[in-house]
């Protein structure tokens, strides 16, 4: 899936990029509203995250210019105009939602991932599955061979991203931007802590074993080739 972002701060791009890049998606950033809206008519973009204060064109003007050519592509604001009528504007000119800035990464992602469901006409399944760990992404409920698991929101997070990335390793770095929305701090431990908990919930009392440490490396989520 292909992401385009129309961001002019520097920082703020590259993290949006980095994170929606280590998330699974394709990304292309601009970082003014004349080449936002060249690339949102010319381009085969399945999202457009869209500032409203740009050089050139500001976001209002792209939409509506996008929106005029019958360009139906979903729009996201992102914004730090957090007024009502901001908010109303963008969504009255045809913007699929609007997220005010500060925010947290994993908000972000998770209303990318709703409004591609929506552009993908439901194609995305509503549950995850490896071996006999299942977790339901709408009911938010993890279930190993047909037992309840209780997770916290945090737990949650962290397997999912486990089970959207099943059969990669995944980096302590990644981990922390994408479930703490945190630069990685090698002299924190909240990292182990929390994939230890993790562990004892999903994989003590079950086989096979399922969540890895790759040392020096990081984690990852798959069946041991032993037990395949």
Not at 99 to 124: C, D, H, N, Q, Y
Request: charged share 30%; hydrophobic share 40%; proline share 4%.
């Amino acid at each position: 899936m292909k992401i385009l972002i129309v961001e002019d701060a520097p920082k703020a791009g590259d993290y949006l990029r980095q994170g929606l890049c280590e998330a699974g998606y394709v990304v292309e950033l601009v970082d003014n509203g004349v080449d936002g809206l060249h690339q949102g008519l010319e381009g085969d973009h399945d999202l457009l995250i869209l500032d409203v204060m740009l050089p050139g064109l500001n976001g209002w003007e792209i939409l509506r210019h996008l929106r005029s050519k019958g360009r139906e592509i979903p729009v996201l604001f992102l914004t730090a105009r957090d007024q009502v009528e901001d908010r109303v504007k963008g969504l009255e000119l045809g913007a699929d939602d609007y997220l005010v800035k500060p925010f947290s990464f994993a908000e972000l992602l998770a209303r990318v991932r709703t409004i591609m469901r929506r552009g993908r006409s439901g194609l995305e399944p509503n549950t995850l599955q490896l071996a006999d760990l299942e977790l339901d992404l709408l009911r938010r409920r993890v279930t190993r061979s047909g037992k309840r698991i209780d997770l916290t929101a945090k737990e949650f997070g962290l397997l999912e991203l486990l089970m959207r990335r099943q059969g990669e390793v995944l980096p302590r770095s990644l981990i922390a931007s994408q479930v703490w929305d945190v630069n990685f701090d090698s002299d924190t431990n909240v990292i182990e802590v929390a994939m230890r908990r993790l562990r004892s919930k999903v994989d003590d009392g079950f086989e096979p074993r399922l969540i890895q440490t790759v040392r020096g490396m990081g984690y990852v989520l798959e069946v041991p080739e032993a037990s395949r």
